[in-house]
C-alpha cells in the first residue's frame, strides 16, 4: 500500500519540473521516513542507499521526493540519466514501443530495434574497422560477455584488470574488481585465472604514462604471460576507483603491446560512454581504439540496457547460442535507447557535457586555491572529482570527505563519494542541468567544505 493515495498531486517528471532547491523538511521528510521504515523491513540490508528519500519525480537538474522537497542532483543516478530524467523523447518512446509489444526475446524472434541499437553502437564507437553488437541488461553483464568473446576468440583463459577498477558485482566481475569493501568482502571465492596489475594514478604515483604501462606489462608478462592471455580489461577514466586519469601514453602502451600479443584489449565504458566525458566515449579523449568496449548507464536513460562492441571477428567468435540471455536488448529498453542517442547526437550534449566539465573545474579549482585539502581535481566532461586529502601528509581523508557529502545531503544536494580510499566527491549531473543550479550544488559544496 502507497502513503501516496492523491497520486495525480504528485509533480510531473521531466524538464518541465521546478528547477530550484527546496528543502521544507529534515531529510528525510515524514512521508520518505515512513517509506524507509518500510524498506528497512522489507528490503535486504545490503541493498543500501546515500539519499534518505523517496523519490516521486525527476528531471532537468532536480530529484523531487514524497515531501516535496526538491533536490540538486549532481549523482544522474550514478552517471545514468545523462540526457536527463524522464526526457520527453525518451518517456514518448518507451510509452509507443510499450503500446506496440513489451517483450518477444530477441532470441526467439528478433525485432528491428535491436537491430538499430547495435548499427548505432557500431557507428558510434571509435574504431574504423568493421563492428559487431550484442546487447545485454547490465554493465556487470556487458563485462562478462566481453570477457566469453575474448576467451572464445583466442582460446586463452586469463584476464587481466587493474588496481582501482570497478567491473560489477556478479562472481567474475567481483573478480575484476579491486576494492574489497562493499563489494567484495565475504562473497567469495571468486572466478579463477583473473588477474591485477598496477594501473597509473599520476596524482600518487608520481609516474609518468610509460613508465606505469612497463610497469604493468612487466607484471603481466612475468606472472601470467601473453601466451595465457585472452583480455586486458580497464576503464578509460577509472569510475568507482575515483575518477583516475591515466597519464598520458599510458593507455595507449598497453594497447599496443595487446595488440603485439594477440591480447583482447577491453575498454569498460560502462561509466564513461555517452557523451559524459565530453566526448562520446573517454576512448576518444586518449586516442585508442579498443578491439571491444562495453556500455551501459548513460545508453537508454534509466532503462536496463547494455552492449559489447567491438572488431566483427573477435565478436563473431562465439557459436550461434553462445551469447544472450532472455531480456537482453528488451524492446522497451531498445526505444528508450534509440531516443536517447538520437538526443546524445542531434541535442549536442558532448558540447554540453564540455561546458558542465569546464564550469565544475574552474570552480573546484578555485576552491582547491583556498583550500588545501583538496589535494586534486580531475576529469574530463561531466565526469569531475576533488580528491580529499590531509595536507600535511597527503594521505587520503575519508572522514572529511564523508562530512562533506552527508552535509551537501542535508542541504539537499545529491552527491557521491568514491575512491579505493573513500576520500573523493565525484560529480556527474545529468546534462540537462542548468548552470544556475549546478553553480549552486558547488555553492553548496563549498560552503560545506569551509564547514567541515
Ligand atoms: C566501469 C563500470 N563497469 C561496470 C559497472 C557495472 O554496471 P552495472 O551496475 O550496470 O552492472 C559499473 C557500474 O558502476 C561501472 O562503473
Partial sequence: MTLIDETSSLPAGGPALEQVRRVGTPLPGPRSAAILARKADAVASGVAHSMPVSVVAAGGGVVVDADGNSLIDLGSGIAVTSVGNAHPKVAAAIAAQAAQFTHTCFMVSP????????????????????????????????????????????????????????HGRTNLTMALTAKSMPYKSGFGPFAPETYRVPASY???????????????????EK?????????VIIEPIQGEGGFIVPADGFLDAVVDWCRANDVVFIADEVQTGFARTGAMFASEIFGIEPDLITTAKGIA??????????????????????????????????????????????????????????????????????????????????????????????????????????????????????????????????????DELLTEGLDIVAAALAAA
Fill in 111 to 166: 525485432y528491428e530495434s535491436y537491430v538499430d541499437v547495435a548499427e548505432a553502437l557500431n557507428r558510434l564507437t571509435p574504431g574504423d574497422f568493421a563492428k559487431k553488437s550484442a546487447l545485454f541488461n547490465s554493465g556487470a553483464e556487458a563485462v562478462e560477455n566481453a570477457v566469453k568473446i575474448a576467451r572464445k576468440y583466442t582460446g586463452r583463459q586469463s584476464v587481466v584488470a587493474f588496481d582501482h577498477g570497478y
Fill in 202 to 220: 599520476p596524482y600518487r604515483d608520481g609516474l609518468t604514462g610509460a613508465e606505469a604501462a612497463e610497469r604493468a606489462i612487466t607484471m603481466i
Fill in 223 to 231: 606472472q601470467i604471460g601473453a601466451d595465457n592471455l585472452a583480455a
Fill in 301 to 434: 536513460a534509466g532503462l536496463p540496457l547494455a552492449g559489447v562492441t567491438g572488431r566483427a571477428e573477435i565478436m563473431d567468435a562465439a557459436h550461434a547460442g553462445g551469447l544472450g540471455g532472455t531480456y537482453g536488448g528488451n524492446p522497451i529498453a531498445c526505444a528508450a535507447a534509440l531516443a536517447a542517442i538520437d538526443v546524445f547526437e542531434n541535442d549536442g550534449l558532448v558540447e554540453r557535457a564540455q561546458q558542465i566539465g569546464a564550469l565544475l573545474r574552474d570552480r573546484l579549482a578555485g576552491i582547491q586555491a583556498e583550500d588545501p585539502r583538496i589535494g586534486e581535481v580531475r576529469g574530463h566532461g561531466a565526469m569531475i572529482a576533488a580528491e580529499f586529502v590531509d595536507p600535511a601528509t597527503g594521505k587520503p581523508d575519508a572522514a572529511l570527505t564523508a562530512a562533506v557529502a552527508a552535509a551537501c545531503v542535508k542541504a539537499g544536494v545529491i552527491v557521491l563519494t568514491c575512491g579505493t580510499f573513500g576520500n573523493v566527491i565525484r560529480f556527474l549531473p545529468p546534462l540537462s542541468i542548468g
